[in-house]
């Protein structure tokens, strides 16, 4: 079946370091890929997405780029701030399907 | 945006217990609504899949009498923990699907914690 595999954290940097949050998936087809965020105490939020092999997510600072020769979608930002402290989902959704399929989800804490 | 609420958002109960969980959709027509259960070290496990006006689709594993769900209206999908227990303590979050939205697009509530003591 389709799944999502993401680097183990947690991660941490310190303000205004690179960040790379790798993430690969298994999947049939084409699927679309998702990074979502998850502040402490509260639900997902859709973060970025990309839809089709090339399509580069961006939102906040973030970007993803959806590889489909490396079958990747791996999250970077140039310049980290504290309040990006959160867990990082990565996830992709095959059509036909009602369904999300999610990493297991990566914590970053970014110190100041 | 699209806004999902849950509530409550944290309940304490006794062991034996049941406890219900609310899941609205406050601006869309939610026709899909999904359950996950959060544990610890954030990995994130959906429970079900519910369908308005119809029988909701659990996963593999996961005890559909123990975890009942309901999705009355369009707008409202409940999920009562029955005769809870301490291993049920976890977050529990929903997500909506909004019709007129392209089919991957979910929106998340925002969790509600459950304690069993």
């Known amino acids: 079946g389709d799944s999502v595999t993401q680097m183990e954290g947690p991660v941490t940097l310190s303000e205004e370091a690179f960040l790379t949050i790798n993430c690969t998936y298994t999947?049939?087809?084409?699927?679309?890929l998702f990074w979502y965020v998850q502040y402490p105490g509260e639900g997902l939020q859709l973060l970025l997405k990309?839809?089709?092999?090339?399509d580069k997510g961006s939102n906040k600072g973030f970007e993803a780029t959806y590889r489909k020769e490396t079958t990747s979608f791996h999250l970077e930002k140039g310049s980290v701030q504290v309040s990006d402290s959160a867990v990082y989902f990565c996830?992709?959704?095959?059509?036909?399907?009602?369904?999300?399929?999610f990493g297991k989800g990566t914590k970053l804490t970014v110190n100041p | 945006g699209a806004v999902v609420s849950q509530h409550p958002s944290r309940v304490i109960c006794k062991s034996g217990t049941s406890v219900k969980i609310e899941c609205r959709s406050l601006?869309?027509?939610?026709?899909?609504m999904f359950w996950y259960r959060q544990f610890p070290k954030q990995s994130l496990m959906l429970m079900a899949t519910?369908?308005?006006?119809?029988?909701?689709?659990?996963e593999q594993g996961v005890e559909k009498d123990k975890f009942l769900i309901n999705h009355a209206s369009l707008t409202l999908s409940t999920l009562t923990v029955t005769s809870a227990h301490p291993e049920d303590s976890s977050f529990y979050i929903c997500?909506?699907?909004?019709?007129?939205?392209?089919?991957?697009?979910?929106?998340f509530g925002p969790g509600t914690r459950l304690l069993v003591l």
């Open positions: 996830a992709l959704h095959q059509g036909g399907s009602e369904k999300l399929v």
């Open positions: 999947a049939t087809g084409y699927p679309s």
């Open positions: 990309a839809t089709k092999a090339d």
């Open positions: 997500s909506a699907r909004d019709a007129r939205a392209p089919q991957e697009t979910q929106y």
């Open positions: 519910s369908n308005e006006g119809s029988k909701a689709t659990y």
């Open positions: 601006d869309f027509q939610a026709t899909t």
